[in-house]
Structure formats: C-alpha cells, structure tokens
C-alpha cells in the first residue's frame, strides 16, 4: 500500500497549469514539522521541518488555484511518487512527490480566503463551490481518482 497523510503549511501560492484538454495540474510545496523535545537524559532534540513537494491535478487542482494561499494549513492524502531525469551534464537527478488524493483545508476561514472545504479526487465540483458559496465548508467533498503517470509540466 502507498499511502502518505501530511499536515502542514503551504510554502508558496501553489502554480497552476492547464495540460491536455484543459486538465488542471497544481504543484504546491508543504512544510510540515515535528516539534523539538528533550531526552529523559536532558538532551535536546531540536525542531525538524520537512518539505514536500505535492501534485493536485483535476477538481482538486481548481480548487488549490481558487483557494489555497501561502501560509493555508492542509491536511493531504495521496501517494508517493518516485521519478527521474536527466539534467544538462547528462547525469540522472531524482525525486519524490505526493500526488495527491484528498486534500481538507484546515485554516480558519477568518484567517484566510479558503472556506475549509475537504476536497478528493472523485466528486463534483458543485459540492466544493456550494462549500464556498455558502461558507459552510468543512466536511464538503470532491475527489480525482485518476492520477495519470505522466510528465508534469512544471
């Protein structure tokens, strides 16, 4: 099973582009950290943050374009995923992704633009834009299954 559950800030405003047919793809940084603490022995272990690089594509995509700023809490669910290519000098650089499944926005809607609405890869659209509309949001649902194995455009 290839499962990853983030929750943490958003880096940067998340870039979104439109690939095949108008396909929303979004690509978005995540820091997530784990707080210090200290040892029965009394040493210290400082605080630690990581940064992950996530893909959004489709519904979830849109969403993140309309919604999601910098410095937006998100709760992500989705994937790793593992590629490579080649740089300049020909040697093989690799990465890793989170292709994302679900996605909920877990910032307060006072402090930011986002309507905390909870978003995954299989649903409508027309419940994400009645969780914004309406400014209920928490617990509205969509979703996009279909991550396709191809080259981002970023």
């Known amino acids: 099973m290839n499962k990853v559950m983030l929750i943490g800030n958003v880096g940067r405003d998340p870039e979104v582009r439109y690939v095949d047919q108008g396909q929303a793809?979004?690509?978005?940084?995540?820091?997530?950290?784990?707080?210090?603490y200290t040892?029965?022995?009394?040493?210290?272990?400082?605080?630690?943050?990581e940064w992950?690089?996530?893909?959004?594509?489709?519904?979830?995509?849109?969403?993140?374009?309309?919604?999601?700023?910098?410095?937006?809490?998100?709760?992500?669910?989705?994937?790793?995923h593992y590629a490579s290519y080649d740089d300049k000098q020909g040697k093989r650089q690799f990465y890793t992704e989170i292709w994302a499944d679900n996605m909920e926005m877990l910032t307060p809607k006072q402090a930011s633009s986002t309507y905390g609405a909870t978003t995954s890869a299989a649903g409508s659209s027309s419940s994400v834009a009645a969780a914004s509309n309406s400014g209920a949001g928490q617990g509205q649902t969509t979703s996009d299954a279909g991550t396709e194995d191809e080259p981002l455009p970023f």
């Open 39 to 49: 040892l029965q022995n009394g040493t210290q272990v400082p605080e630690r943050t």
């Open 25 to 36: 793809v979004a690509r978005l940084t995540l820091a997530t950290t784990e707080r210090g």
């Open 52 to 80: 992950h690089n996530v893909i959004l594509w489709r519904k979830l995509a849109e969403v993140v374009e309309h919604y999601v700023h910098k410095g937006d809490k998100l709760y992500i669910e989705g994937r790793i």
